[in-house]
């Protein structure tokens, strides 16, 4: 296992990992929140359908190759960071989002606690990664 593979970075730091997604199907989306998903309405004073885009905490991103990519935030960077979770040969990264115990997972497609707009990106391609700066 490579070490920078796992490391978390801004996205201009990891162009080439960006770079390794065009062409993949996302398999899945979601949001490991801070909060279970009922206490997130309520902290936050936000509807329900609002939780897996609203809530703190990452997302993690699986893709058809085996590939899973984690997107969080870095304030002081005042960016979004990624990291690999997983690679195609299921090398993992030391601390795996979904085998946290204090994380409470919110999929993409939840009838719930999730919306259309981000369910119609389950099954899509990548096609292109643009990086703003």
Same mark, same amino acid.
């Given at each position: ?9 801004? +996205? %201009?730091?990891? $162009? ?5 997604? #065009?062409?993949? !199907? ?48 870095? +304030? %002081?960077?005042? $960016? ?5 979770? #997983?690679?195609? !040969? ?44």
């Amino acid at each position: 296992m490579k070490p920078f593979l796992y490391t978390e970075d801004i +996205p %201009s730091n990891r $162009s080439e990992v960006l770079d390794s997604l #065009k062409g993949l !199907a996302i398999l899945n989306l979601t949001r490991y929140s801070w909060e279970p998903p009922d206490m997130a309405v309520l902290e936050y004073g936000i509807e329900a359908k609002e939780v897996f885009s609203l809530t703190a905490g990452c997302l993690i991103m699986s893709f058809d190759s085996g590939l899973i990519i984690g997107y969080g935030s870095q +304030p %002081s960077k005042n $960016s979004v960071t990624i990291w690999i979770e #997983k690679n195609e !040969a299921a090398e993992t990264s030391e601390e795996l989002a979904e085998e946290d115990n204090e994380l409470y997972p919110v999929d993409a497609t939840d009838a719930v606690y999730s919306n259309n707009f981000w369910a119609r990106f389950v099954g899509q391609r990548i096609s292109n990664i643009t990086i703003l700066k």
